[in-house]
């Protein structure tokens, strides 16, 4: 099975005017604002990362979307980017404790101790040796992506919120 998912950054331009610059081929192209509904910035990607996955879905409740709106898609978690502080505990902790032993050319880095990281952030049973997932070097690095990506929205968000902004986040799956 594959699975798909993100974490999507939607900011709500309905109340803005004015205009925002891009680049397009190196032309600075203006957008009038006022003519934007909104804009979903991708700020994470995983494949196949069945232990953020698991936890997200455990933990984050199922709402699809933002409070008091009417739009619902099953694929959908409306979250507080502060909602996701656990599990980027959770992570951290797994990168902290992880003991790597050499590299195996077919398949990158083994876990030496997967008992230990399998307490912490555990990849779902079902989903063990038949999708191709261990504790290995893609554990690992799903881990350290989720440090990157929820480190990353965090510091942004306090720029945002000191300019008026106040986005809405979404894990996605696909």
Known sequence: MSLDCYLQRQFDLSDVNGFIDITAEGERVPINVSKVT????????????????????????KSGTRPGSKYVDVNVWWLNIYDLMPL??????????????????????????????KKILPIPEEQLGISGREYD?????????TIKFIKSALSYETILNDKG??????????
Not at 44 to 55: F, L, N, P, V
Request: proline share 4%.
């Open 38 to 61: 909104n804009i979903i910035e991708q700020v994470g990607e995983w494949h196949k990362a069945y232990h953020i996955h698991d936890w997200i879905i455990k933990h984050i409740e």
């Open 88 to 117: 980027l505990n959770k992570c951290k902790e797994v990168v902290d404790k992880v003991e790597i032993s050499i590299a195996l050319p077919e398949c990158g880095h083994l876990i030496q101790n997967p008992e230990v990281v």
């Open 165 to 174: 902004f106040f986005p809405d986040y979404y894990y996605v799956i696909s």
């Open 137 to 145: 070097y893609w554990y690992l690095r799903d881990c350290r992506d």
